[in-house]
């Protein structure tokens, strides 16, 4: 993002800021006003919105970021996957209906698998021969 001192903040007109006289400090232009004068401040300020601002806020931001710059915030939509078989996938399987994604455990079940594999290391350490390491 494009460095913005202070100075320069305060000389942008207020067209340059989503929230105009919302910010703090003199002519509004401090923080919670959000900048606007480039794309990627625009996209800061969507995000910082979206972060802290209130209902009203969020679609104010939105509002000047599109006037200003109507391809921000447009979604291009999902990009489709070519399916090449053979190609490292794998048959698929009937789901089984845990709403776990398939090759994924529970963090439950996960917590438990690692106890176990932790508990069965200390055993092993502890039963056997002790490890004296010297230089």
Do not use: C, W
């Not at 989503?18 to 401090?30: N, S």
């Not at 300020?45 to 209902?55: D, E, F, I, K, N």
């Not at 709403?99 to 502890?126: C, N, P």
């Amino acid at each position: 993002m494009a460095v913005l001192t202070t100075k320069q903040r305060k000389k942008l007109p207020s067209k340059e800021f989503a929230l105009p006289g919302k910010g703090e400090g003199p002519g509004g232009k401090g923080a919670g006003s959000y900048p606007i004068n480039d794309p990627r401040h625009a996209r800061n300020a969507l995000a910082r919105v979206a972060q802290h601002g209130t209902p009203a806020e969020k679609s104010r931001v939105r509002a000047a970021v599109k006037r200003k710059y109507p391809s921000i915030g447009q979604s291009k939509g999902p990009e489709k996957k070519k399916n090449n078989p053979g190609k490292g996938r794998e048959e698929a399987r009937p789901s089984t209906g845990s709403g776990q994604a398939e090759g994924r455990e529970s963090r439950g079940s996960r917590d438990k698998r690692l106890g176990r594999e932790l508990e069965s290391r200390l055993e092993a350490r502890s039963a056997g021969p002790s490890r004296n390491f010297t230089r």
